[in-house]
Nanobody, 123 residues
């Protein structure tokens, strides 16, 4: 199984980026897909998740109203649209797949991880 994240880059504060994560999962819809991020010297942090089976999306409070997670099941791809970016959003962003629908904030519960993509927001 491979998760390939892309779309990171350098952007000014207030700008936007869209991250993509293509997953080679045979039963993509059975997985809750999540995005996490890790800034230097900090622990990995839950950002957003999308459960197809439950039909819900989840966000950490700090990104609500700015970030949107979505998925295209035909392409086995999950997206993270990030608007109104702030310098504190700077981190390596990881996509991950979780076979459980209810532990979406817990990194250890995710079964598969992508390689990460760097997002840098300048002030």
């Amino acid at each position: 199984v491979q998760l390939q994240a892309s779309g990171g880059g350098l952007v000014q504060a207030g700008g936007s980026l869209r991250l993509s994560c293509a997953a080679s999962l045979r039963t993509f819809t059975r997985y809750t897909m999540g995005w996490f991020r890790q800034a230097p010297g900090k622990e990995r942090e839950f950002v957003a998740a999308h459960s197809w089976s439950v039909g819900r999306t989840y966000y950490v409070d700090s990104v609500k109203g700015r970030f949107t997670i979505s998925r295209d099941n035909a392409k086995n791809t999950v997206y993270l649209q990030m608007n109104s970016l702030k310098p504190e959003d700077t981190a390596v962003y990881y996509c991950a797949a979780n076979g459980d629908d209810y532990t979406y904030t817990v990194a250890l519960k995710y079964d598969y991880w992508g390689q990460g993509t760097q997002v840098t927001v300048s002030s």
